[in-house]
Structures are given as C-alpha cells and as structure tokens.
C-alpha cells in the first residue's frame, strides 16, 4: 500500500484538494471501484481527526451519489476501525 501525502499548505489548499478528489470521484474513475483502508486510525492520527473526516465524507457523498443514481456498477468505500470495518455509505 503506498500511503497519502499527509501535508496541505493552507485551509485554501485543502478545501481545493477536497473538491479535486469529489470530481475525481463523481465523475471521472470508471466503475466498479472499491476502496478499503485498513488501519485507518493510523491515517487519522497523520492527517488529523478533521482531514481524515473531511476525507471520508468525501468519499460517502461519492458512495451515496452511485447508490442514488442506481448505478449497476459503483463506488465503495470502507475503513479498518478500532471497532471492525465500517462501510462508508
């Protein structure tokens, strides 16, 4: 697993990276895709409890646009927690 680039210069910077990833994912990687994150809680200590949160609601909104839309072939996601996996839907 090749790990994320956890450092952003600015609030500017993030809320930027943010939008990049969201129309990334809405519209432009080919479906089917699932994405799995183990030990998150690792990412989550790197980026902080904000990033990494804004990270997964990223994802979620991804998640729920192909489930609204109905897709055959969708986007998933879902993080290693300290408590088991959790699908980000």
Excluded: H, Y
């Amino acid at each position: 697993m090749t790990p994320c680039p956890a450092r952003w210069t600015s609030a500017a910077t993030t809320a930027g990276t943010f939008n990049a990833l969201w129309d990334r994912l809405s519209t432009d990687v080919e479906r089917p895709v699932e994405l799995v994150r183990e030990q998150a809680q690792a990412s989550r200590e790197a980026l902080g409890a904000a990033k990494f949160g804004a990270i997964c609601s990223v994802l979620r909104r991804a998640a729920r646009q192909d489930s609204a839309f109905r897709l055959k072939e969708r986007f998933t996601a879902r993080i290693e927690t300290e408590n088991g996996w959790e699908e980000l839907a």
